[in-house]
């Protein structure tokens, strides 16, 4: 094999990349290309789903990250000659992205479905188990809202808590911990940790958090504070966040 001069190069997928690809919500995805001439300094890539960055190794372009939302994305890519986009392109190529809907990755109505509730017992403030739970709150940590379980206390799979609590505490701070479904996993729960010390007057806690990522979509976050007063009490606010 040998190049041909004046040959126009093009974008091509590196094996094992294909194109169409296939992914999951929420599952990670590498997908690799290069021009069919090797020479491209840059490369342009248009229309990349949430969730996915790009960049570029030794001539090569890659695609990573993990897609937020299900359908069929189109990604245009194109290789230029020099850095910045310098000197002559390739045509547009244009890579196939389906991205499919994963239990426990996706909407609220995907769990739903998952977890098999039936028109009457769907909605996000229902209790079928009866357990104090609303289907929302089983949803947020993935407990089954078919079968009455307390939302405190450790689980069986790998999943460490299910509310937050205190894991640390020196004179002056506090950490707390809890779980929640991650963001680019197409979460439709957002949290929010909150702190009072009178049960009345509720702030939200700042400070960045250490993330640990979970199986099932999930992360453990831990974030420190100081202490403010003799007594603290903590909440985990949740709200529904828009569909993923
Ligand atoms: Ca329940
Ligand atoms: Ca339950």
């Known amino acids: ?30 997908w690799v290309f290069r021009t069919s001439d090797g020479k491209s300094e840059s490369y342009e890539v248009k229309d990349l789903p949430e969730g996915l960055t790009f960049e570029e190794t030794r001539g090569l372009g890659v695609i990573t990250g993990s897609p937020i939302k299900a359908g069929d994305h189109v990604i245009e890519i194109r290789g230029w000659k020099r850095v910045n986009f310098g000197g002559d392109a390739t045509d547009s190529y244009y890579l196939q992205l389906n991205v499919a809907p994963v239990e426990g990755y996706g909407a609220y109505a995907h769990w ?17 188990d009866h357990d104090g739970s609303s289907n929302f709150l089983e949803y947020a940590f993935d407990t089954d809202p078919l079968k009455p379980n307390p939302l405190v206390g450790p689980r069986g799979d790998g999943i460490p808590f299910t509310s937050p609590q205190i894991v640390q505490r020196t004179p002056e701070t506090l950490r707390v911990a809890y779980i ?24 939200p806690v700042d400070g960045e958090p250490w993330i640990t990522e979970l199986t099932g979509g999930f992360e453990g976050v831990v974030t420190e504070m100081p202490r403010s007063g003799k007594v603290q009490f903590f909440r985990l606010r949740l709200e529904m966040a828009p569909g993923a």
């Open 112 to 128: 739903a479905d998952v977890r098999k509730l039936d028109e009457t017992h769907r909605a996000p403030d229902e209790d079928p």
């Open 180 to 203: 929640r479904r991650r963001k680019n996993a197409g979460s439709e729960a957002s949290y929010l940790l909150e702190s009072s010390t009178d049960l009345s007057e509720w702030v």
């Open 1 to 30: 094999m040998h190049a041909v001069t004046g040959a126009t190069a093009s974008i091509a997928p590196v094996s094992p990349s294909k194109n169409p690809a296939s992914s999951q919500v929420g599952e990670s995805l590498t």
